[in-house]
């Protein structure tokens, strides 16, 4: 950081290394690449794709507009682009809902472990990468020859596409639901305040957000009029792009989110409303009253209630050597800093000091 900021005055040379250098210094034993780092280049690709879709469809054919107020000429473009997404998005999904079951795997299965939880997201992997494939293979030969359905004076056979399109989108909707619960039962079985329990449950059902969003490309799909049925097909076009858009956007959250809690501590605004926080609790802790009326207990002392022996803390002046807990640096009242050596005296008045 103090290269960075004396940049100006490094020499021309400094400068360049500077500029051809690592954005920010590596963790201790890790080699910077950057000719070619780790990366998730090919779900960006195929989210890109499904933008240049969007925006094609808003010059083209245009969102909720008439197909008697546009031409031809453009409608046909319109189709040619409603018949390219769904392998765009097959792409996208089976990358990214891939990779959030792995994320998963990796966040509640201990390396080397092979439980219940770990088969699940297994099975599930698997049929998201043949539910997509499947069904992208499937749109590729709804027609034959393809191009029959935006050319429809052509010679050739297509199927029902839309009980492929609604079938699919019902799978796509289970398959949803399935990653939303699945973390659930694990996270309310982890040895942790139910209150840290409904944290975490939060954090893990953003994908409640998929959820809306999939239950809307099912009704979109339904009530779409496809061309072979005549009806207004480029108006109907416009729900089901928002809502297939919303739902692979929300995918992509859904991946993001647990990385969420450390980048918003980490940022002054999330440092600053957690320390507000920690403050309403340590003055909760240590009030003059409790809620009951009786007398508070003192902060850092507890009471055997068994025994009724009085745990008490020597003076945190004392030498680390000496004394088995003592007050960290700047918490008297936020923590303690634990050592492995413990001894203990006993009193006449039959109280044990921590030592």
């Known amino acids: ?99 959030i079951l792995c994320e998963w795997m990796h966040i509640f299965v201990p390396t080397g472990t092979r439980n219940l939880f770990f088969w699940l997201c297994t099975t599930m992997m698997t049929l998201n990468i043949l539910l997509y494939s499947s069904g992208a293979i499937a749109e590729g030969l709804g027609c034959i020859p393809l191009d029959k359905t935006w050319k429809p004076w052509r010679p050739g056979k297509c199927i029902d596409k839309k009980v492929l399109d609604v079938t699919t989108a019902y799978f796509n909707l289970a398959l949803d639901l399935l990653i939303l619960l699945l973390p659930q039962r694990v996270i309310w079985r982890l040895q942790m305040t139910r209150s840290k329990k409904i944290g975490v ?96 207990q003192e902060p850092n002392r507890d009471t055997d209630q068994h025994s009724q022996t009085g745990l008490t803390m020597l003076d945190p002046s004392k030498e680390k050597g000496e004394i088995g807990y003592s007050l960290s640096s700047g918490q008297e009242r936020g923590g303690i800093c634990r050592h492995t050596k413990i001894e203990t005296k006993q009193d006449t008045g039959n109280s044990l000091l921590m030592l």
């Not at 910077?32 to 469809?57: C, K, R, V």
């Not at 980048?263 to 240590?286: E, T």
Request: proline share 6%; net charge negative; aromatic share 14%.
């Open 1 to 99: 950081m103090d290269v960075i900021l004396n940049f100006p005055h490094l020499t021309p040379e400094q400068q360049q290394a500077v500029l051809d250098g690592p954005a920010m210094v590596p963790p201790n034993g890790t080699t910077p690449n950057l000719e070619n780092p780790p990366n998730q280049n090919h779900t960006a690709a195929a989210y890109i794709g499904m933008i240049w879709a969007f925006f094609a469809q808003l010059h083209y054919g245009g969102y909720f507009v008439h197909q008697w107020d546009i031409s031809f000429r453009n409608f046909q473009t319109a189709v040619y682009i409603a018949v390219t997404l769904p392998f765009i998005y097959s792409i996208c999904m089976v990358f990214a809902k891939s990779a």
């Open 201 to 296: 449950s939060v954090i893990f059902s953003v994908g409640i957000l998929t959820i809306v969003c999939a239950a809307g490309r099912v009704w979109s799909n339904t009530v779409l009029p496809y061309v072979d049925q005549n009806g207004d097909t480029n108006y109907g076009f416009a729900a089901l792009y928002l809502w297939g858009f919303a739902e692979t956007t929300c995918v992509l959250v859904v991946f993001s989110v647990t990385a969420l809690p450390k980048a918003f501590s980490d940022s002054w605004i999330g440092s600053r409303i957690l320390k507000s926080f920690r403050g309403s609790s340590y003055k909760g802790f240590g009030s003059s009253e409790s809620s009951d009326g009786s007398k508070p």
